[in-house]
């Protein structure tokens, strides 16, 4: 047995549920993760235990009264579901983990954790609704309730729904720092709620817990509130909405007197009730109709079911300073922000009571240096403020948001001054996880964009834009981005929630879903194309263990395929909307009202037979991950058949290309693996003559086929030819949208500022932004991950880059990639987390030859043309299509190819992923 320094080895990260601590998860067996720390190479867990307790003195004691898995031989250690005691409502549970390495090593227990369910059964809800029956006619609203408490309190929980959007507040203190709450869902299926610890908020005698209700995305103010106070005496008590004369909840009129999503807010200061979430109110002078508090309303109910809001909460995420301002006449000032986003300003100003300011928000200017809201169509993305007229008044929108660069101040009445101006980040306040750069600074500046774009179109759901009168989440833009989203952010709480959405826009007869979840635009059924339903959960295993996910939709899952084999003919797919949405306009079929989107070189029948394709595909995976043998083989029947009817109704055999030879039908079929073997060369031959010969080394893809392209160039070896697809500067290109002042990513690869659709900051093109991570970097989690425990490195230099510096903070660690290749060298260095394991592959020599030496520091690791053993944590090696592939063990590595020629890797293949 190796002795181990205890200190160096052990638990950490512990998570429920993908979250630190959580309090208010609904799941009766939460899934529990961890990572594990090592310092010495090449080491994973053997085995694990889990304690859980009802109190932080059995966990410490190691009396897991409610759970002790016992010393369970495992390496699994994401997504592992609790099994013990059946858990109640508002449990708190106490928890921690032992480990053991390769070794049979005992590590120290973690430190203790904790987490808290809450209000599990519909019964659990004592309450109901409240409003105000008539509504106050697009305004917000106040409610309030006072209570006294006589008692020392030990523990007390809010429990809040409010819609469309809340503001909690008690004793006069915003609770919590959410904004924007609760995330959206279709309310007639799906009711989100948070819940706040507010024990250090409560006081002896009157206290008063309030509420500002929005209309959201549910245009009707509404709460359902449940406060439950535990004292240290053993008794407890509750305070919930509920109508009956003795209840004592009001609401009145709020300042904000109109609000909307995409309209914007009005905010009338003079309206403003001073301390009304206080007990020092004095409520009863204006508890009356004439001073504006009446009754509350029982109202009824939206429908869906009530479900804990487990994902992380939008927030404001940060601030920034304008950059510019430019004076316009008397009264007019307009901020240039500097950065494309999404979130509001934020004003301190000063002036007479009954001045008004408004703040209007676009992404581009006219000559004129006013802003230019064209590209908004019916969104007016505008803030109005009221002045009440007492000095410095600070003043930042509640119940909206905008996705802008530009901010118009406008002196509209009276006479105001505003002293200071900054725009807010307001985004799911999802964890950025992956970081790149490289020696291009085109390429950067491209990473930078697509960060920024995907950012700004996170809020509770994956929105395709956040400025105009749409901000909803497709499924065939998602179905494209999603990849990129992972390798960003840490998604595992946020896509489990958007799988739900989308779960509830089937038809539980066809198993049809719709093109928007929540459902609000598009088709129904979906575009073919939308195949993010199948991709979503089976990333969610890879990256971050979720294996219940697949459980949970697998139903769904196959019946969105099998409603598409219902309707297809002779396994051709016919039906198509959107198929390579959003080509460059002259590759599009035009249309009578304004430049067209639909390609008109791929056609939609061939993109909707191939998703078709590939769904089989994901399900035969899916099913073989969870153990359906007779099912994989089902789907893989299935796909072999679609297959088979694909290249006979697409495949040109005398020309050997896809239909007319667009760029987006051979990359599709390409990287699905569709194409027949004896005609890969062909069709790769016929993609790159096209890219570099018709195009001139541009793209003519759209919204799918432009990431599957990428990463087919790279997987047959022409990386070179994608390299100079990704760094084009002129149109259509990326680097065409940076030329013209792009922070952010376009929908169309035309500068159209005046196109109603032409959002300036739209996701689904940024999906060039995991090629960076996938090909440049190289970090991809092998085919068999779970949990990326196990990983394929592999690198692709071009000719024009020295050095590629990643990383990506995994369930298990942090996994850092750094190439650098100078003075005839190329130097691979890698860290590779405890409990994970990695294929690591670096491109040989140009000619192929036996004669180059790698080595590890000191060690050399491939010598002669064979693999040299002796090294620590190198456990094999292999020479295969251009590459040296070792498979390595965890820790840090620094390898290092002496060679005298340049680098390239001939005809390498990427993991097949999701093709």
Sequence with gaps: MNQTNERLFGPERLLCEYARNPIGIDSKSPLLSWAMRHSERGQWQSAYRVIVSSSPESARQNQGDLWDSGKVLSAQSSGIAYGGAELGSRQTCYWKVRLWDKYGNESDDSEIAVFETGLLEPEDWKGNWLGHAGGFNGSSILMRKEFELSKQVSKARVYIAGLGYYEFRMNGRKVGDHVLDPGTTDYSKRVLYCTYDVTELLQHGKNVVGVHLGNGWYGAPKALIQMHIDFDDGTSE????????????????????????????????????????????????YNHRANGWITASSVESPGGKLVS??????????????????????????????????????????????????????????????????????????????????GEEIYAPRFTYHGFRYVQVGIE??????????????????????????????????????????????????????????????????????????????????????????????????????????????????????????????????????????????????????????EAEDFIVKRSYFGDWASPVIDCEPQSDGDGAISKGTPGELMSTAHFYWNARLLAQIAAILDKPEEEEQFATLARKIKEAFNRSFFDEEANRYVQGSQGSQAIALRFGLVREDKVEDVVGHLVRDIEQVHDDHLSTGNQCTKHMLETLAEHGRIETA?????????????????????????RWEYDIGNEMNSRNHPMHANVGSWFYKVLAGINADDSARGFDKMVIKPYPTSDLTFVNASLKTINGSVEVQWVRRDGEFILKANIPANSRAKLCMPVPLSGSMAFIVREGNDTVWADGRFVEGTSGVYGGSMREGYVELDVGSGGYVFTIKHTEGFVGRHASLPVGLR
Aim: charged fraction near 25%; glycine fraction near 8%; aromatic fraction near 12%.
């Design 238 to 285: 509750e305070v919930c909405t509920r109508w009956d004369w003795g209840a004592g909840w009001h609401i009145s009129r709020g300042p904000i007197v109109r609000n909307g999503i995409f309209e914007g807010e009005l905010y009338d200061a003079r309206l403003e009730k001073e301390g009304w979430d206080t007990a020092a109110y004095d409520f009863a002078r």
């Design 309 to 390: 809001q487990t994902m992380e909460p939008i927030k404001v995420m940060g601030e920034l300073e304008p950059i510019d301002v430019s004076v316009i006449g008397d009264q007019v000032r307009v901020y240039d922000i500097g950065q494309n986003m999404a979130g509001w300003a934020k004003i301190a100003v000063s002036g007479e009571a009954g001045a008004i300011v408004s703040l209007k928000y676009a992404e581009s200017l006219y000559d004129d240096g006013t802003v230019n809201q064209e590209n908004l169509r019916l969104a007016d993305a505008k803030d109005t403020y009221i002045l009440k007229g007492s």
């Design 413 to 566: 009445a009276g006479t105001a001054e505003v002293s200071r101006l900054t725009a807010q980040i307001v985004r799911s306040s999802v964890e950025p996880i992956g970081a790149f750069e490289c020696s291009n600074e085109l390429i950067n500046r491209i990473h930078r964009n697509v960060w920024w774009t995907e950012a700004s179109n996170l809020h509770g759901i994956p929105t395709d834009c956040p400025q105009r009168d749409e901000r909803m989440a497709w499924l065939n833009d998602a179905t494209a981005r999603a990849d990129e989203a992972l390798y960003n952010f840490d998604m595992s709480r946020f896509y489990q929630k958007w799988l739900d959405d989308i779960s509830d826009t089937r038809d539980g007869r066809t198993g049809a879903i719709a093109d928007t979840a929540p459902y609000r635009w598009g088709f129904r059924p979906a575009d073919p194309v939308v195949s993010c339903y199948l991709t979503i959960p089976l990333l969610l295993y890879r990256h971050y263990g979720n294996k219940r996910v697949l459980v949970q939709h697998y139903e769904g899952l196959k019946g969105w395929t099998e409603y598409l084999a219902n």
């Design 723 to 747: 390299y100079r697809i990704v760094t084009q500067t002129t149109y259509p290109s990326w680097g065409f949208m940076i030329a013209n002042g792009a922070t952010t990513i376009w929908e």
